[in-house]
């Protein structure tokens, strides 16, 4: 259990998270595999705790970003297969192997310069993901040149091609033309393969929001991340009663009344109209609540509460519509009462996906896993952590 020395604390459901991803994985047929994706701390959500509610839900593999996020899965016990979605530099594909942690590559030169570092040809077989850019431009190889100089090294007895995929640019979009064409490339790309006699078993093209709006380009596996934590990866994706699985709570630390004219926060940006309310909230940017939350509202005595002024690095300050007290709780992201602020409405309202939300959620904000069922638990003694009685003796 974290410190409640401050209240500003995440609540992390991960009965939802299984939930979310038991749900997807019922709506493909049993030859595709689910990659459950844990990167970026598991959107917020806290890695092994999400790799435990995937292995849960029966996903057959992990997806993480870096080779660092790999490595603490495998340190926290996760045996899952794991593939990181990028290429790492080359001098650690031997700790990969030893791990057995599967790596992303897109280019011939990767394996030249792996060959500087491998100490032991006859060590554990790397397994690859071949990446292909169909469109987004980011990773991935593009021409069958490129591909004609990789395969001598696919062919390898120490590698292992175990699969090929892409990433689509406009998986959310209205119009489904460009999601299609990508599909298409990489279908005929995935030929160039096969005429080279290297046969992937994991053919692999869909995130959360394809998966969920075309099922029909699953293939072998699907890689779901948004979805997961219970965030709809597009307006356009069907309702699969996803349920969000984050709650963001905190307490007002100090409540004052202003008059009209009176200013708030940093360069005076709000100005008081009339006698008002504000409210003093313990979150900030270096919380990871960005400036850019700065048209945002919270939930204060259940009732909505508009951001007013600048968000600063610990800090910000709401307008209320009732006088309330230091230490009254404060609901960023979930319900209190009857109302409800989703992280989807904050981050549309933002101009950013939900995940950008819960993933920016610095280590300064404790995540704790033990089921909240009232809004008024954060103030129950049993979800206080106990400071040791020598410790407490000391003051
Ligand atoms: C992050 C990532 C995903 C997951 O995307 P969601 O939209 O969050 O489901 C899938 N594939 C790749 C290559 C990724 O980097």
């Known amino acids: 259990m974290s410190a409640l020395y401050r209240d500003t604390q995440a609540y992390v459901d991960t009965a ?16 595709v595999q689910l990659m459950a ?32 996020e790999a490595v603490e899965l495998r340190e926290h016990g996760i045996q899952l297969p794991i593939l990181v979605l990028a290429p ?19 280019e011939a030169g990767w394996f030249k310069q792996r060959e500087e ?30 591909w004609k100089q990789l395969v001598p090294w696919l062919k390898r007895k120490d590698i292992v091609v175990e699969g090929m995929f892409t990433h689509f640019a406009t998986a959310s979009w209205a119009d489904t033309s460009f999601v299609k064409l990508q599909y ?56 699969w009663e996803l349920e969000p699985a984050l709650t963001l709570r905190s307490a007002l630390i100090q409540v004052k009344q202003v008059s009209a004219g009176d200013t ?58 009732e006088p309330c007290r230091a230490g009254d709780p404060v609901v960023l992201i979930g319900s209190q009462g009857s ?18 939300i819960t993933a920016s959620l610095t280590g300064r904000v404790p995540r704790n896993y033990e089921k909240l069922s009232k809004d008024e638990a954060l103030q129950k003694e049993e979800y206080a952590w106990k400071p040791k009685q020598d410790l407490l003796r000391r003051f």
């Open 16 to 31: 939802a998270v299984q939930r979310n991803l038991s749900k997807i994985r019922r709506r493909f047929p049993s030859s």
């Open 339 to 356: 109302e409800k602020l989703s992280c989807t409405e904050a981050a549309s309202r933002a101009g950013v996906v939900p995940q950008e």
């Open 184 to 239: 298409e490339r990489f279908l005929s790309m995935t030929q160039w393969a096969h005429s080279s006699r290297i046969f992937p078993t994991l053919l692999h093209c869909c995130g959360s929001a394809s998966a969920l709006r075309f099922p029909e380009m699953a293939l072998d596996m699907v890689r779901i991340g948004a979805a997961a934590y219970g965030f709809y990866p597009s307006a356009l994706a069907p309702q």
């Open 88 to 106: 790492i530099p080359p001098r650690y594909a031997e700790l990969a192997a030893a791990l057995d942690i599967r790596l992303t590559v897109t």
């Open 117 to 146: 570092f491998r100490q032991t040809p006859n060590g554990a077989p790397l397994r690859v993901h071949i990446k292909l850019d169909t469109g987004l431009g980011r990773i991935g190889l593009r021409s069958r040149e490129e």
């Open 37 to 68: 994706v844990v990167k970026a701390n598991g959107y917020g959500h806290g890695a092994i705790q999400s790799a435990e509610a995937a292995l849960a839900a029966g996903a057959d593999m992990l997806g993480v970003a870096s080779l660092e």
């Open 264 to 321: 708030i926060g940093y360069d005076r940006a709000y100005k008081a109209r009339g006698e008002e309310w504000i409210g003093t909230v313990p979150i900030g940017y270096a919380d990871g609540w960005s400036q850019i939350m700065q048209n945002g509202e919270v939930l204060v005595g259940g009732k909505r509460a508009k951001i007013v002024g600048r968000i600063g690095m610990d800090q910000l300050t709401i307008r209320l519509s």
